[in-house]
């Protein structure tokens, strides 16, 4: 994590700072004490001042804007209550998340389009196609970046990090 910590100093030192340990308590308190070690490993030592694009439009969230995406934001507020906590997102609104129900907390980008109406998933494929909000639609219907944050972070040093039109994804992959 030292390496990815680095990395997002060089984009902009002054965008980042040491994270407050009142907000780490309460990071770790909205990330219902299983966000992953290197998540806060990050965040203690590069916590961003205001919102920061890191690479390929994502664009890395401060500890308040955190706050606000999931408990205001959509899609952030709608999907936060089944475990997803977003802390980034695409230059077009899509969450970036960490999903906290999983033990090794893979990293989903979730459509701001699709998952913006918290009773159902909705979307046209030759017929308009309404499905339960749920967990496991919201999984579904989501794309997996990473399998955990330590793997997303490498893929961003990497430059390997691929960013998804999640709806265009969705629909051309859907099957009933």
């Known amino acids: 994590m030292n390496k990815f910590i680095e990395y997002l100093k060089e984009i902009n030192s002054s965008m980042f700072e040491k994270g407050d340990e ?3 308590q309460q990071l770790e308190e909205l990330g219902k004490k299983k966000l992953p070690k290197e998540f806060i490993m990050v965040y203690q030592e590069a916590m961003p001042i205001d919102n920061v ?3 390929n439009d994502i664009v890395l969230y401060s ?3 955190i706050k606000e995406e999931n408990l205001d934001a959509v899609p952030g507020a709608n999907i936060y209550p089944y475990g997803l906590l977003t802390f980034a997102s695409t230059l077009d609104g899509d969450a970036i998340c960490i999903d906290l129900n999983d033990k090794s907390s893979p990293i989903y980008q979730c459509s701001h389009s699709l998952l913006s109406d918290e009773e159902e998933i909705s979307f046209y494929k030759n017929k308009m196609i309404s499905k ?6 919201i999984i579904k ?9 330590r793997e997303f ?3 961003i040093m990497m430059a390997s990090l691929e960013i998804y039109d999640v709806v265009g994804n969705v629909i051309e992959n859907y099957k009933e």
């Open 141 to 149: 219907f989501s794309i997996r970046l990473a399998n955990n944050y």
């Open 22 to 24: 009142k907000e780490i």
């Open 63 to 65: 500890f308040n804007r």
């Open 53 to 55: 694009e890191i690479y």
């Open 132 to 137: 339960e909000f749920s967990y496991d639609n």
């Open 153 to 155: 972070v490498e893929e």
